[in-house]
Nanobody
């Protein structure tokens, strides 16, 4: 089992940037697929970005493509989400998630594939 703790959320004006981090603990972290999801008030949780266990494959939601970048550093047991050109509609609680049995060569955007979840970090983008 891996434990996940998100950080880096906060309040930012539209057009600004934030970098979210996910600190993970677990002996098999390096082979877990990792993803970021978000949930706004009154809405379902939605996929944001994912990265394969090797870091060689990434996938993004259309709404964030070109603005957000997911990365991982297996040596440090961390996953990051760089968010640029933020919009008010990006406001949500952002969650880090780990897939214990990931596909070997791709990153998955399927929420049900993920086994472990962090507690979330709030991102608020003002107009």
């Amino acid at each position: 089992q891996v434990q996940l703790v998100e950080s880096g959320g906060g309040l930012v004006q539209a057009g600004g940037s934030l970098r979210l981090s996910c600190a993970a603990s677990g002996r098999t972290f390096s082979i877990y697929g990792m993803g970021w999801f978000r949930q706004a008030p009154g809405k379902e949780r939605e996929f944001v970005a994912a990265i394969s266990w090797s870091g060689g494959s990434t996938v993004y939601a259309d709404s964030v493509k070109g603005r957000f970048t997911i990365s991982r550093d297996n040596a440090k047991n961390t996953v990051n989400l760089q968010m640029n050109s933020l919009k008010p509609e990006d406001t949500a609680v952002y969650y880090c998630a780990a897939d214990r049995n990931p596909p070997l060569t791709i990153a998955t955007s399927i929420e049900d594939d993920y086994d472990y979840w962090g507690q979330g970090t709030q991102v608020t983008v003002s107009s």
